[in-house]
């Protein structure tokens, strides 16, 4: 028993930042990542609750994604920047656990979220008859209730055994956050059958919902492609397009992150490519569904102009 600590010992985050000029620099840039993500989430969530023209089913599941991805990265940013500004690495036992439930819960969540909105625009183009019986509000509802559900479910499950398995004398966790797979070396265990389940758990939640999306988005850009209209053509390639930059920058470091066997991985890469869907996607999400949606910008200027009358 003497290699094992109690399990109120606190935990101690690497971090990603060295303490140095560069480290200060990339310090600054994160914050302004994560004001302009909380900004951009919440001028969107807003937006689609104050104007009625977008009170539809897609915008709804937009509106979920934007609650998801302004709690994902308040769940990781503020700690990394408390530690950093503090020269604190520190993580107490129980923070790091709900860190590591919140975590899991969103990243779960959001991957079954994205794929709902896949199916929303499969249903909006190639079915655009039965769109109003196919996509009522029961069913977009039980849609996000379900991912909450089961992002939640898998995080408590993931969380609860990763708090309960021996640790050796090292609580260093090379890592910005606490990652369930930099939290495994420390193990004082063989942990290769739980590391089969995060394997199962992965495939559930990030390759199953990506072959569906690809699969909608066959039938989609196939439906696009017999549309006789040029201008209909070009409106539903760009609201395809958009989801599918969505989907790449979420989907891509993930799956090359968890999909990898431990003896393939490195701390260093693991935290870099953490950095797009912790950071970046968080930020680049209201950004990219605004810039390039007419009704979005269009919902803007009417809200704007709303607000602008009622201070005359």
Not at 107 to 112: D, K, S
Not at 254 to 269: D, G, Q
């Amino acid at each position: 028993m003497e290699n094992y600590n109690q399990t109120s010992t606190d935990f101690t985050l690497v971090g990603l930042l060295p303490s140095s000029r560069i480290g200060i620099s990339l310090f600054v840039i994160i914050i302004f990542i994560f004001l302009l993500a909380l900004l951009g989430n919440l001028s969107m969530i807003l937006l689609i609750l104050l104007d009625k023209h977008l009170h539809t089913p897609m915008y709804f599941l937009l509106c979920q994604l934007s609650l998801m991805d302004l709690n994902y990265i308040s769940t990781i940013v503020p700690k990394m920047a408390f530690n950093f500004m503090f020269r604190n690495k520190s993580i107490s036992f129980i923070g790091c656990g709900i860190q590591s439930f919140l975590f899991l819960t969103l990243a779960g969540a959001e991957g079954l979220l994205l794929a709902s909105m896949a199916y929303d625009r499969y249903v909006a183009i190639c079915c655009p008859l039965h769109y109003p019986i196919l996509m009522r509000k029961s069913v977009y509802v039980l849609m996000t209730a379900g991912s909450w559900m089961m992002g939640s479910i898998n995080s408590c499950a993931h969380t609860t055994y990763v708090l309960y398995i021996p640790y050796c004398q090292s609580r260093v966790i090379n890592h910005f956050f606490c990652d369930v797979p930099a939290m495994l070396t420390l193990a004082c265990m063989d942990t290769w059958v739980y590391e089969y389940t995060v394997f199962v758990s992965t495939t559930f939640f990030l390759v199953f919902p990506f072959i569906a999306i690809t699969c909608s988005y066959g039938r989609v850009f196939l439906a696009v492609y017999r549309m006789p209209s040029s201008e209909g053509r070009k409106k539903a390639y760009s609201t395809c397009s958009t989801h599918l930059t969505v989907v790449t920058f979420y989907y891509a470091p993930f799956v090359y992150t968890y999909l990898r066997p431990r003896s393939f991985r490195s701390p260093t890469e693991d935290k870099i490519l953490a950095i797009f869907y912790t950071v970046l996607t968080p930020m680049l999400n209201p950004i990219i569904y605004s810039l390039r949606n007419k009704e979005v910008m269009g919902a803007l200027r009417r809200v704007t102009q709303r607000m602008c009358s009622v201070k005359v």
